[in-house]
């Protein structure tokens, strides 16, 4: 199990967007303890994951809720494309920040 903060730095998203999508309904498989703190499982960091990259696609959290919705079942079926896709952004983007941040890497090639 995870804690917001936790979650938050696995997907590199802040604290609050976390609670926002969860306040959101957007994670069904959230868990609560007895204080009402959140806690994430792998399910719900796969949830999170899919509204993280519907977000990044431009999507509005209305329309991710509409396919959420719909896609509840199917869902699992796709995660493993959202999660290398994420994955592949993921690299392509602290290597054009490596490169950005160190110009004899561009030289150099």
Not at 59 to 65: L, N
Not at 81 to 97: A, E, G
């Amino acid at each position: 199990m995870y804690t917001v903060k936790e979650v938050a730095e696995k997907l590199c998203l802040t604290e609050h967007t976390v609670r926002f999508y969860t306040d959101k309904g957007l994670v069904p498989s959230l868990q609560r303890d007895k204080n009402n703190n959140r806690f994430f499982d792998e399910d719900s960091i796969d949830w999170l994951i899919c509204v993280k990259c519907l977000k990044e696609c431009g999507m509005s959290i209305d329309s991710i809720k509409i396919i959420l919705s719909f896609a509840k079942r199917e869902i699992q079926r796709f995660l493993p494309t959202m999660k290398s896709c994420w994955s592949r952004v993921k690299m392509l983007t602290h290597n054009w920040k490596r490169q950005n941040s160190e110009p004899s890497i561009l030289i150099e090639r």
